[in-house]
């Protein structure tokens, strides 16, 4: 099992940008998937970006696609989302996520990730 904490969360206007970042502890980042989810009040968590286990490939929500991007630090141990052009439906708590388990046809589905940050929010401004 691997600790996740996010950062960088905050209030920004509408076409603004902002990057929260997931800092990795208790492992490396080797054969995990990451992902970077988001729920908003009331509604279902969705997925917003990610890695596929082997760090080779990303993904991305089609509501965020061109907008967002995901990258990570291997050293560092940290995956970031850099995200631009907000927008206030992406006013969200975005949480990051790891699983060394999950099978590539599930990436995109929550409930295959059993490692979980505590979330930090992202408000946009209209």
């Known amino acids: 099992q691997v600790q996740l904490v996010e950062s960088g969360g905050g209030w920004v206007e509408t076409g603004g940008s902002l990057r929260v970042s997931c800092v990795v502890s208790?492992?490396?980042?080797?054969?995990?998937?990451l992902a970077w989810f988001r729920q908003a009040p009331g509604k279902e968590r969705e997925y917003v970006a990610g890695?596929?286990?082997?760090?080779?490939?990303?993904y991305y929500g089609d509501s965020v696609k061109g907008r967002f991007i995901i990258t990570r630090d291997n050293g560092k141990k940290t995956v970031y989302l850099q995200m631009n052009s907000l927008k206030p439906e992406d006013a969200a708590v975005y949480y990051c996520?790891?699983?060394?388990?999950?099978?590539?046809?599930?990436?995109?589905?929550?409930?295959?990730?059993?490692?979980w940050g505590q979330g930090t929010q992202v408000t946009v401004s209209s």
């Open positions: 996520a790891a699983s060394r388990t999950v099978i590539t046809s599930e990436l995109r589905n929550h409930r295959a990730y059993n490692n």
């Open positions: 208790g492992g490396t980042l080797s054969g995990y998937a």
């Open positions: 890695f596929s286990r082997t760090g080779g490939y990303t």
